[in-house]
């Protein structure tokens, strides 16, 4: 996740931002200002605060006779940072509108309905091509955004009085909710491009809205709601009172209101925007913001959404990006999609959710789970398969066992209940994740080139409908407030932003979306995740014709109380957005009906420009939707490179003492086979289905999972998720590349070619300039890395504000890489089964110690610098690992990463359960240990040592010949055939098994 708020100028923000906003947004309904003028409603609102007084504290004066005025406020207000002068707002309105002037607002409010102020003074320039989630376009041709700024109403039109019974309510059908069709009071087309900002009412002639779900009742919205965790229509939990239509509709701010009381005091600090940001948004709509429309741009423009401090260091992914026919759809999107040949594509992307699962870890990672599912699902594909990057505190540590358990238990128990296979990954332990976990998701999927689906809203007229799990207070402000913050020791309060997740809901929205996508139901669709609704509706829009209209009290709720604000910040799982067009709904609808899945028609794509929402028939949003979508504030934050990191650098391991004896060689060995980072992680991977939908071909511990695609043809896709922070801590650049170096190694070690990736960029606070040159200096090396190596950037995300206080985690970039099977039936895995055959070593050995596992393990130290980065010896290793596996010359292959030649052995004589009898070249201590990259251990088959040979030296890649297979232990000679040790794999195993699941015990 991503941020905390900026620092605003001339405010203490050190605080951490608390749910005190939640209280803020709901006290429109109490302000007095927006009450009638009647004495008897004056001293009612004086009795509730008299009532409300605590024990020994005088009640506040009552005011001066008048006309009503805002309520004394508990402390000394905040003053509203200068607005400018570029503001259209008239100089006089800043000052606020006489008592007389706001009266006859509000009556005419009621008779004409809000009509928004608009500016007409310069406006500020916004960089366009952001949205949330994916990382932004880039490398493609400039195109206009949608509605820039201010425009004026096109028409006037007149509509419905708001009221109790009238204008935008639906009225619920007699017999049982949930059972479709309904029809609603008014009249009236959605709106076009020939009139303004109006709630959406179907003409007589037009086909009704529809839904599958429980609606709403008249007046309050309180009717029937499925319960919670549900999936499909089921009797209300419970219904709430009617409320008093003038308390309650009079309580909201609409437009109108908006640009009737401009000084008007909004929590948007609280909401994560600096005091600059909110400037900004009242020059864009000539006005103060509504509550709804605060709520939008808190969300849209946080650092999880907008990206605004990493945008001018992601577009080199563009830039740079190598020249491919296999790119389908890169950056911008949901997830990218990539090219694999017999017209199947694969979509693929790695997402975090890192501090939801800290402060719950079964809901946090459950729903990290699914919301990287979701992501896959509306790009058109089939998900099959996920993995994760998990990295906690210390194995040891206190809050490690809390977090641990709960996080795998819920990887493992959202995705084994969708029934997608859980394929690979990695965990690490380290100091630097205390109180700070790392939980990155990845998710694949599979579909036909064309059933690519897109994140567009086109079409004048076209419906849009949310389906899926209803709307309720779970995860309200998660991406703004929880996901833009570091930790604190206050960090537990934040529970109510973590959402609830109900993987049976979203296994019914699998299935659904994908028979919606077989018969051409829809023309754009979207997930509901960070910033839910704001976010769909802003992005739909911005990227189709331009223009929307949404009716917000149709949207199905968990919870009635629910008010606007809080609608569009929940970020309740489980949820789609669909553009349909109007012939199509009611086959949308049926098939939504079968599947249990509630659906409900919101409101229409317009070609106005704008993004309008109505609430109970008055205008609560008006904005142009590219400004929040794509045009957020873009910052180039301070640069510096770490005050330690010169010491860092300067304390290498070679002062560590090495073990020199065999003895010592012995236990060294033992020792790293057993640490946290190198043990086996079976007691984590066995509460993961590996092999549920029957095309798994391999999965962890294998270097990467493999996927079977094409049953005919035997096509596969390979992935593989790395990352080392301790490597990212001593050189960012070199960090960055290492990371994807062993990723792309991994995946043809399986005999897969490389074709793209995807990464999730885990660093501290942008505010910190250390911090943000260790990003720009990662994000520049694995550009350029991936240029190289010809594999594209095809999306991501940018975790920041990975921190406890003012300590930021290493810099942990985890980096996902996609390669290609022709056939997976030759694929090679890690295992020695072979008895027999020769061991060689492939690629090139130095003295590299700089981050080792080593020195981590034995001494506890992290000094110097990382292996040397070589990515022509990496793309010479690949070509042999892919070429010696489509000949059949291998029968086993395992990289050489963390922890050397030594952990190598160790797992891939324990995953055959056969041993090895090594000879050593050079010094023993080097050649077991050393992290250098490009290097592979293979078993080569019996008689194919020439070629293999052959191949090695056409590609220049180095060839040693280590030993052969057989036996019951791992047994190392020198070159003198001296036995320097003699481990039995009964030995090996004990140690490499026993630390994780006695940890857990």
């Not at 419905?160 to 009225?171: E, H, K, Q």
């Not at 331009?546 to 569009?568: C, K, Q, S, W």
């Not at 229409?604 to 904005?623: E, F, H, K, Y």
């Not at 270097?703 to 043809?713: H, P, Q, T, Y």
């Amino acid at each position: 996740m991503s941020e905390q708020r900026p620092e605003s100028s001339g405010r203490d923000t050190s605080d951490e931002p608390s749910m005190e906003w939640l209280g803020a947004l709901k006290s429109d309904a109490d302000d007095p200002e927006l009450q009638p003028v009647d004495p008897a409603v004056t001293q009612a609102f004086e009795a509730i605060l008299e009532e409300e007084q605590p024990p020994g504290i005088p009640p506040a004066p009552a005011p001066a006779p008048g006309p009503v005025q805002g309520p004394p406020p508990a402390a000394e207000p905040e003053v509203l940072p200068p607005v400018p002068e570029a503001l259209s707002t008239p100089p006089e309105a800043l000052s606020g509108p006489p008592p007389q002037e706001f009266t006859r607002a509000l009556a005419e409010e009621r008779t004409t309905g809000p009509q928004p102020v608009r500016g007409t003074g310069p406006q500020p320039t916004y960089e366009p091509g952001f949205g949330s989630g994916p990382q932004p376009a880039y490398g493609t041709d400039p195109q206009a955004p949608f509605g820039t700024g201010p425009q004026p109403a096109v028409g006037t039109g007149q509509r419905p009085l708001p009221g109790l019974d009238t204008g935008a309510l639906p009225v619920v059908p007699s017999g049982d909710p949930g059972t479709g069709q309904f029809t609603r009071a008014g009249s009236g087309p959605f709106p076009s491009g020939d009139s303004g900002p109006q709630p959406a009412l179907p003409a007589p002639n037009q086909p009704p809205l529809y839904g599958t779900g429980p609606l709403p009742a008249i007046g309050s919205g309180t009717g029937p709601q499925p319960a919670i965790g549900g999936t499909g229509p089921q009797p209300a939990v419970e219904s709430a009172p009617e409320l008093e239509a003038p308390a309650f509709e009079l309580g909201t701010d609409t437009v109108a209101i908006a640009a009737a009381t401009p000084d008007r005091p909004q929590p948007y600090v609280e909401l994560g925007m600096n005091d600059e940001e909110y400037r900004r948004v009242r020059s864009i709509l000539g006005r103060r913001p509504t509550s709804a429309e605060l709520a939008i741009y808190s969300v849209m423009w946080s650092e999880h959404c907008s990206y605004k401090s990493s945008k001018v260091h992601l577009r080199q992914f563009g830039d740079k990006a190598p020249q491919t026919d296999a790119l389908l759809v890169g950056m911008g999107e949901n997830a990218g999609v990539v090219d694999v040949g017999h017209g199947w594509a694969v979509t693929f992307k790695v997402e975090s959710h890192n501090h939801p699962s800290y402060v719950e870890p079964h809901q946090g990672a459950a729903t990290g789970v699914g919301g990287i599912v979701r992501d896959i699902m509306s790009m058109g594909a089939r998900p099959v398969a996920v993995m994760d990057s998990l990295r906690f505190g210390p194995a040891d540590a206190p809050d490690t066992h809390r977090v641990l358990p709960g996080v795998v238990a819920g990887i493992g128990g959202y995705g084994n209940s969708l029934g997608i296979p859980n394929i690979g990954g990695e965990t690490v332990f380290d100091a630097c994740y205390a109180q700070n976990p790392l939980v990155n998701a990845l998710c694949v999927g599979v579909l036909k080139h064309e059933d690519i689906k897109r994140a567009v809203a086109p079409g004048p007229g076209n419906r849009v409908i949310l389906f899926g799990a209803l709307t309720g207070p779970d995860g309200i402000g998660g991406a703004s407030v929880l996901a833009s913050a570091t930790f604190d020791e206050e960090s537990q309060q934040k529970r109510p932003s973590v959402q609830v997740g109900d993987p049976f809901m979203e296994k019914l929205l699998i299935e659904c979306c994908l028979e919606l996508f077989r018969e051409d139901l829809v023309v754009g669709i979207q997930d509901l995740g960070a910033a839910g609704v704001s976010c769909a509706t802003t992005e739909l829009a911005a990227a189709g014709t331009g223009g929307m209209h949404v009716e917000l009290d149709l949207v199905p709720l968990r919870d009635a109380t629910l008010r606007p604000e809080e609608i569009l910040m929940s970020e309740s799982q489980e949820r789609m957005m669909a553009v349909v067009a109007p012939d199509k709904v009611d086959r949308f609808m049926e098939i939504c009906g079968r599947w249990e899945i509630p659906a409900t028609v919101i409101g229409a794509v317009t070609d106005t420009g704008r993004l309008v929402m109505t609430w109970r028939g008055d205008t609560i949003v008006d904005i142009p939707p590219g400004t929040a979508a794509d045009e957020g504030p873009v910052y180039e934050r301070p640069l510096a490179p770490p005050h330690d990191l010169g010491t860092l650098q300067s304390d290498t391991p070679g002062r560590l003492t090495r073990p020199s004896t065999g003895e010592e060689l012995r236990r060294t060995v033992l020792w790293l086979a057993s640490s946290p980072n190198l043990a086996s992680k079976t007691w984590v991977t066995s509460q993961y289905d590996r092999y549920v939908l029957g095309n798994t071909v391999m999965a962890m511990p294998e270097n990467s999972g493999v996927v079977r695609i094409d049953d005919e043809s035997g096509l596969g896709v390979a992935i593989s998720l790395d990352g080392n922070g301790r490597y990212t801590r001593l050189d960012p650049y070199a960090g960055a590349q290492l990371a994807l170096s062993e990723a792309y190694r991994n995946v043809a070690a399986t005999g897969a070619r490389p074709l793209a990736v995807t990464n999730c960029l885990n660093f501290g606070s942008p505010e910190d300039p250390g911090v943000m040159w260790q990003f720009a200096r990662a994000v520049e090396g694995l550009a350029d890395a991936c240029q190289y190596l010809g594999v594209p950037v095809t999306g991501g995300n940018v975790s920041f504000y990975n921190q406890t206080g003012t300590t930021p985690i290493n810099p942990t970039p985890v980096i996902g890489v996609l390669g290609v099977h022709d056939d997976v039936r030759r694929r090679v895995n890690m295992a020695l089964t072979s008895d027999g055959a020769t061991i060689a070593l492939l690629g090139e050995t130095r003295e590299e110690f700089g981050g080792s596992e080593w020195a981590h393990v034995v001494y506890g130290h992290l000094g110097g610098l990382p292996p040397l980065v070589d990515l022509a010896a990496e793309r010479a290793l690949a070509s042999v690992l892919v070429t010696a596996a489509r000949d059949g010359l291998i029968t086993a292959a395992h990289d050489l990463s963390d922890g050397g030649l030594s952990q190598t052995l160790v797992e891939a004589c324990l995953r055959g359960g056969l041993g090895a009898r090594i000879t050593l070249p050079g010094d023993p201590f080097v050649t077991l240990f050393s992290e250098s990259v490009a290097r592979a251990m293979v078993a080569v088959r019996p008689g194919a040592e020439a070629r293999l040979a052959a191949l090695c030296e056409q590609a220049g890649v180095p060839v040693t010949q280590l030993g052969i297979t057989g036996g019951d232990s791992l047994q190392v000679s020198g070159t003198d055939q001296r036995e320097i040790f003699n481990i039995p794999l009964a030995e090996l195993r004990e140690a490499h098994e026993r630390m994780l699941p006695s940890y857990a015990d």
